[in-house]
C-alpha cells in the first residue's frame, strides 16, 4: 500500500465559493458559444465557421472562374489553419454553403453530391469539389485593401478577419439559424433585390420605420420557394421587433385527369423541411386513418419536386383535402424569427428590419473608408517614388556615372539629387531598358493620373455626401447582378390571405361520418357502439356496473361530459373506444378530481343552449359553444361548493322549464326567467324546506310537458291542464300530477 497523500500545506490551499466558480465558468463557456460559434454578426451575417471557410477560399484562389478544389483541402486549411474544431462540422457546414435549397444565395459553388431536399446527406468531403460564387467574392470584396481587422489565430501563426468588408447584404439575404446558450437566433432569408431597395431608400431617408422599409422587403424569400399566408399586421409586427414567425405553406395546384378525376399536386415545400420525412409523415397518417380524404400518396419527383396526393373520390373538395393536410403535416410550417445577432462584434441583441439594414450601411461606409485611405497611402508611396524617378531623369548620365563609379552609390544619389532613401532605391531597382524616352513620359502621365485620384480621395473622405453616393452606386450595382430578371433573383416565394376553409370544422372532415350510439355506465366507463343500437338490454357491463345512459350521435360529433364538480369535459365521438369490450373509463380520458363522478354525457350541438342545474336548486341557461374545453382539464362551467354537486345539463330547446324537486314537488315557469351566462352560480330555479333536485327539463308549452315512466310509455300534460303547475321561479310548486313516476324522473 502506497502512503496516503497529504493536502498541500493550509498557506498554499485558495478557498472558492463553488457557486462563484460554477457562474464564472458557466458564463464564461456561455459567452464563448455566442460570441464564437452560434451567433452571426449583423455586418456580414456570418458565423465563424463560414467566415473562416470564405477566408480559407481566398486564400486557396478559389475565384468563381477557376476550377473546382477537393473540399479535403478547403476542410484541410480551415481547421489547420483558423478552425480547431472537428473536421465533420467544418465540412457540414460547407455543405449547408453550397445547398441551393438551404441557401437562398449559396456560397460556394459545389461539384459532386452535396446532398438533397429529401434530407439525404453529402459525399465525403474526399469525393466533392468546390470554389465560391459570386456572392462569396461580394462579401470577400476589398480584404486585401484592408477593409477590415484582422486577428491572430487560435495557435498565433497567422491572421484572419474579424468581419468581412460584406458587398452582399448576406444576414437578411441568406439568414441564419443558431442555438447558443440562453439565446437563439432564427432569420429566414429575403430577396436580394428587394434588401438593395430597401438599403438605398434607407440611405436617402435616414430615420425610415422598419413598416415603412417593408414597402421593398413584404416577407422573407425562401429558396424552396412556398406561399407565406401570414397577415400583414403580424408581419409589420415581426419586423418592427425582430421576433416572430411566418405560417409558410406548400405551392399546389389541381391537375384534370379527364372525366371528373383529378390529382393534387404539390410543386414547392416550406423551408427546411427534408421532403423524404414529409412523405414518411403523410403515408403514416394515411396508415393511421387519419386522412379520410386522401387515398393515396406518390413521390414522382426528379430534379424539381413533384409529390401526387389522389383524392378518396372524386367529389372530394381540393382546398379541403388540402386543408386537411396542412393541418396535420408539414406541408405548413411556422417559420420563426429571431433576429438575435452580434451586433459591433460584440453584444448580441434583436434587432428590427430597419436596424438590420443600417448596421449592414454603417459597416459599408467603414469599409469604404478603410479602403480609400489604404489606397491613399498606396497612391502617396508611388507618387514619392514617381517624383524621384522623374528629377533623375533629368540628368541620366550623371545617375549612371554615380552608379558605376561610386561605392556608395545610393548615398551619393540622395546627396547629389536631394532624394529619399525609397526615391534612391526605386532607381537603383530601375532596369536599363526602362531608360528610354518613351518611359519618362509614361511616369509623367501616371504622375498627373494620381494626382488626380489623390484629389478624387481626399474629397471623398471629406464629404459624408459622396460616400453615401458611392455606397448607393455599390448597392445598384450589386441589384443589378441578383436583380428581379435574373435566374437566382426572382422572387420565389408568394404571398396569399389564409384561405376561408379554416371555418369549416375539419374534424367532420378528417373522420368518416357514421352513425354510433355512445354508452356510458353507471361508474363512468364510455364506449360506442356502431349504429343506432335501439335495444339496450342486451349490453353487457363489468362486474356490478349497469346502463347510466345511452344516446345516438356520429363520429364525427363531440360529447360533452358533465362532472359533479360542475366541470364540462369534451370527447372526439371518433376516438371513444369501440363497443366490443366495456369501453374505457371517461377518467382515463379527462383530468377529473378524485372526489368528483361523472353526471351526464351528451352529444354537442353548435348554437344551442344548455340548462344547467345544481342538487340545491339553482341554476342558468349556458350557450353550448361557450362550454365546449379543448384541453383534458375541461371547462369550469358551474360553480359549485360542497356539499353542492351539479347534477344536471338538459338540452334549452323549449319556452318552459319543469323541475321537481326530492319532494316531489313539480313546478313549470317560463324559461326567460332563467339568467344565460358563459359560468356561474346560477338562480334560484325552486325552493325546498329540506333535499334539492331531483329532475329538470324544458319544454315548449304549446305541446305540454311530457314523460316517460317506469314502463318506457309516454304521457302528456296538454298546456291547459298544467295550469295549477305554472308559477314562477323560486316557488315551492305541488305534488305532480297522476301517472308520475315514482323516481321523480322525467326519463327519455
Known amino acids: 500500500m502506497g502512503k496516503p497523500v497529504d493536502p498541500p500545506p493550509e498557506d498554499e490551499t485558495e478557498r472558492i465559493d463553488l457557486k462563484t466558480a460554477l457562474e464564472e465558468r458557466y458564463l464564461a463557456y456561455a459567452l464563448s458559444t455566442i460570441m464564437h460559434r452560434a451567433l452571426p454578426d449583423a455586418r456580414d451575417g456570418l458565423k465563424p465557421v463560414h467566415r473562416r471557410i470564405l477566408y480559407a477560399m481566398q486564400l486557396l484562389r478559389l475565384n468563381p472562374g477557376v476550377v473546382h478544389r477537393k473540399c479535403a483541402k478547403i476542410v484541410g486549411d480551415v481547421i489547420g489553419g483558423f478552425h480547431p474544431h472537428g473536421d465533420q462540422s467544418v465540412y457540414d457546414a460547407l455543405v449547408r454553403l453550397a445547398q441551393d435549397f438551404a441557401q437562398r444565395y449559396p456560397l460556394v459553388d459545389g461539384q459532386g453530391n452535396f446532398g438533397n431536399i429529401d434530407g439525404d446527406n453529402a459525399a465525403a468531403y474526399r469525393y466533392t469539389e468546390a470554389r465560391m460564387t459570386e456572392v462569396a467574392r461580394l462579401l470577400l470584396d476589398g480584404i486585401e485593401e484592408d477593409a477590415v481587422d484582422f486577428r491572430p489565430t487560435y495557435n498565433g501563426e497567422d491572421e484572419e478577419p474579424i468581419v468581412l468588408p460584406a458587398a452582399f447584404p448576406n444576414l437578411l439575404a441568406n439568414g441564419s439559424q443558431g442555438i447558443a446558450v440562453g439565446m437563439a437566433t432564427s432569420i429566414p432569408p429575403h430577396n436580394a433585390a428587394e434588401l438593395c431597395d430597401a438599403a438605398l431608400y434607407l440611405i436617402q431617408h435616414p430615420e425610415s420605420s422598419s413598416e415603412q422599409l417593408m414597402t421593398f422587403v413584404p416577407g422573407p424569400d425562401f429558396p424552396t420557394g412556398g406561399i407565406i399566408v401570414e397577415t400583414r399586421a403580424s408581419m409589420i409586427e415581426t419586423y418592427r421587433t425582430g421576433r416572430g414567425a411566418f405560417r409558410t405553406r406548400a405551392r399546389w395546384h389541381v391537375e384534370d385527369q379527364g372525366r371528373g378525376t383529378w390529382l393534387a399536386v404539390v410543386t414547392e415545400i416550406p423551408y427546411m423541411v427534408q421532403k423524404g420525412r414529409l412523405i414518411e409523415k403523410i403515408a403514416e397518417l394515411l396508415n393511421d386513418k387519419k386522412l379520410p380524404l386522401v387515398a393515396d400518396l406518390r ?144 511616369l509623367k502621365t501616371e504622375l498627373d493620373e494620381l494626382t488626380v485620384e489623390k484629389g478624387q480621395i481626399e474629397d471623398l473622405l471629406a464629404s459624408e455626401a459622396t460616400q453615401w453616393k458611392l455606397i448607393s452606386h455599390d448597392i445598384r450595382e ?271
Not at 326567467?673 to 352560480?681: F, L
Open 478 to 748: 450589386v441589384k443589378k447582378l441578383f436583380g428581379p430578371e435574373t435566374a437566382i433573383g426572382k422572387r420565389r416565394t408568394d404571398f396569399a390571405d389564409m384561405p376561408e376553409t379554416t371555418e369549416i370544422d375539419l374534424t367532420q372532415a378528417m373522420v368518416e361520418r357514421e352513425p354510433v350510439t355512445v354508452v356510458v355506465s353507471k361508474k363512468g366507463w364510455i364506449r360506442a357502439l356502431k349504429g343506432h343500437v335501439q335495444d339496450f338490454s342486451t349490453l353487457t357491463f363489468k362486474g356490478d356496473d349497469a346502463l347510466q345512459l345511452g344516446f345516438f350521435t356520429e363520429t364525427t360529433a363531440k360529447v360533452l361530459v358533465l362532472a359533479s364538480n360542475g366541470k364540462v369535459f369534451t370527447l372526439e365521438a371518433s376516438k371513444l373506444p369501440g363497443g366490443r369490450g366495456f369501453g374505457d373509463p371517461i377518467r382515463l380520458m379527462i383530468e377529473l378530481e378524485e372526489t368528483a363522478d361523472i353526471v351526464s354525457a351528451f352529444p354537442y350541438k353548435a348554437g344551442t343552449k344548455l340548462l344547467m342545474v345544481t342538487s340545491d336548486g339553482r341554476g342558468f341557461v349556458a350557450p353550448t359553444d361557450d362550454v365546449v374545453a379543448n384541453t383534458r382539464k375541461g371547462r369550469q362551467v358551474v360553480n359549485v361548493a360542497v356539499p353542492v354537486v351539479a347534477i344536471l345539463a338538459a338540452p334549452a330547446e323549449g319556452d318552459h322549464v319543469a323541475i321537481i324537486g326530492e319532494n316531489r314537488k313539480l313546478l313549470c315557469f317560463p324559461l326567460s326567467e332563467v339568467a344565460e351566462m358563459g359560468r356561474g352560480k346560477g338562480v334560484r330555479l325552486q325552493r325546498y324546506k329540506d333535499g334539492g333536485v331531483s329532475d329538470a327539463k324544458v319544454f315548449k308549452l304549446t305541446e305540454g310537458l311530457t314523460w316517460l315512466d317506469t314502463s318506457s310509455r309516454t304521457w302528456t300534460v296538454a298546456e291547459g291542464e298544467l295550469t295549477e303547475w305554472l308559477g314562477h321561479r323560486a316557488e315551492a310548486g305541488r305534488l305532480p300530477p297522476k301517472g308520475f313516476p315514482k323516481n321523480n324522473k322525467f326519463g327519455g
Open 299 to 442: 413521390d414522382e419527383s426528379a430534379e424539381d419536386i413533384r409529390v401526387v396526393i389522389e383524392p378518396r373520390a372524386r367529389t372530394v373538395d381540393p382546398n379541403l383535402m388540402m386543408e386537411s393536410l396542412f393541418r396535420l403535416s408539414e406541408l405548413e410550417a411556422r417559420i420563426p424569427m429571431n433576429m438575435n445577432v452580434l451586433t459591433g462584434g460584440l453584444v448580441p441583441r434583436v434587432l428590427g428590419l430597419n436596424e438590420a439594414l443600417r448596421a449592414w450601411l454603417d459597416h459599408r461606409r467603414d469599409v469604404l473608408l478603410r479602403r480609400s485611405r489604404f489606397r491613399l497611402g498606396q497612391i502617396e508611396k508611388r507618387l514619392e517614388i514617381l517624383r524621384g524617378l522623374l528629377i533623375v531623369y533629368l540628368d541620366l548620365d550623371r545617375v549612371i556615372k554615380i552608379i558605376r563609379e561610386e561605392d556608395e552609390p545610393k548615398v551619393e544619389l540622395m546627396r547629389f539629387f536631394e532624394l529619399s532613401e525609397v526615391q534612391a532605391n526605386a532607381i537603383l531597382d530601375t532596369r536599363l531598358r526602362a531608360l528610354r524616352k518613351l518611359e519618362e513620359m509614361q
